[in-house]
């Protein structure tokens, strides 16, 4: 079965500072990955996704990703973070035939003055 | 289009009370779905459907029915609410269910308290 898994739970980086998010994911095969963000009281928006090609992707609001198959990885990246990045981040893989995502747990984001 | 849209927005349910959650999207998907949502856990999903008349049953499917007799809605009924179901619960949808490849639309979700 497929899991993932996001080893921090909280993360607190001062505004204008790098970031990086971890994701660890269990798959047979090579997956389809993602990254979603949720704000407080939100729904999910979709940052940046993964099916093949090339491992480093972009997404939005400056966002991007790198797959590492080797270590089952899908870190999240920004160089600079903005105030209203705060949010919390969830990796989630997709399955290859039919549509069912599965979540990691979600880190939480917080973005000092 | 306004999207997937869900109500209530939030509900207080006495245990052993039943209610059904909205869910509604105006875009033609084929794959609609429910998650709940708690600390810790992330998203889980609870039931998903793969088109009008077909369901099926997620992770976490106990306690909860749901149906999709039309293309647009995918309710979501908790047949007798307990504590445990204490959760967010958000619909989502995509436009197809063959494929995780398409991004999957996320309503707002609702905010449910069992007492």
């Known amino acids: 079965a497929q899991s993932v898994t996001q080893p921090d739970i909280h993360i607190t980086v001062s505004e204008g500072a790098s970031l990086e998010l971890r994701c660890n994911y269990s798959?047979?095969?090579?997956?389809?990955l993602f990254w979603y963000v949720q704000s407080p009281g939100q729904g999910l928006q979709l940052l940046l996704k993964?099916?093949?090609?090339?491992?480093l992707v972009q997404g939005i609001k400056g966002f991007e990703a790198e797959f590492k198959r080797s270590q089952s990885s899908f870190n999240l990246r920004k160089p600079s973070v903005h105030w209203s990045d705060a949010a919390e981040y969830f990796c989630?893989?997709?399955?290859?035939?039919?549509?069912?995502?599965?979540f990691g747990g979600g880190t939480r984001l917080m973005v000092k003055p | 289009n306004a999207g997937v849209t869900q109500t209530p927005k939030f509900q207080v349910l006495k245990t052993g009370q039943s209610m059904t959650l909205q869910c509604a999207q105006d875009?033609?998907?084929?794959?609609m779905s429910w998650y709940r949502q708690d600390p810790g856990m992330g998203l889980r999903l609870i039931h998903y459907?793969?088109?009008?008349?077909?369901?099926d049953q997620g992770e976490v499917p106990n306690g909860y029915n749901v149906s999709r007799s039309t293309t647009e809605d995918f309710p979501l009924r908790l047949l007798s609410a307990a504590p445990s179901q204490t959760s967010v619960y958000f619909c989502?949808?995509?436009?197809?269910?063959?494929?995780?490849?398409?991004?999957?639309?996320f309503g707002p979700g609702t905010r449910l308290t069992v007492t």
């Open positions: 989502a949808s995509s436009r197809t269910a063959t494929s995780s490849r398409y991004e999957q639309y």
């Open positions: 798959y047979g095969a090579t997956p389809y």
């Open positions: 993964y099916f093949s090609g090339d491992t």
């Open positions: 989630a893989v997709g399955a290859i035939a039919g549509n069912m995502l599965t």
């Open positions: 875009m033609n998907h084929e794959y």
């Open positions: 459907s793969v088109g009008a008349g077909i369901t």
